[in-house]
């Protein structure tokens, strides 16, 4: 987790960002700790779950607004994508490439992501 917050791309982000993440993760982990999950196995299941006890579920007394989980998701999702290339761990937030462009000589390319299930987990 350390090596995470070390990575350049993360260091690289507004401090109110990463302020966001470290609280979601920080949700999500021990959601997975409640659960008996650990961090490295979670599952698409388990992300269905979280975002069902985040916005709803009677257990949990600080339900957040949709909008509020889709911050949480990105949080983990980029988190995951990190993990998946440092060490090759699966990420539970599936997304899937909605457009593509090319802009300019230099190639840049933009991407759209939204979770594959069209913003439900």
Not at 48 to 55: M, Q, S
């Amino acid at each position: 987790m350390n090596a995470f917050w070390r990575d350049p791309e993360i260091r690289g982000l507004a401090v109110n960002t990463r302020r966001r993440y470290a609280r979601s993760l920080r949700v999500w982990l021990n959601f997975l700790t409640a659960v008996g999950v650990w961090w490295d196995r979670a599952s698409r299941s388990d992300l269905a779950a979280f975002k069902e006890w985040r916005l709803s579920t009677e257990d949990n007394p600080k339900h957040v607004a949709p909008n509020s989980f889709c911050l949480d998701q990105t949080a983990i999702r980029r988190f995951y994508g990190w993990a998946a290339m440092q060490h090759g761990i699966e990420n539970p937030v599936r997304v899937r490439v909605i457009g593509e462009t090319f802009f300019g000589s230099r190639g840049w390319r933009w991407r759209a992501r939204r979770p594959e299930s069209g913003g439900r987990v």
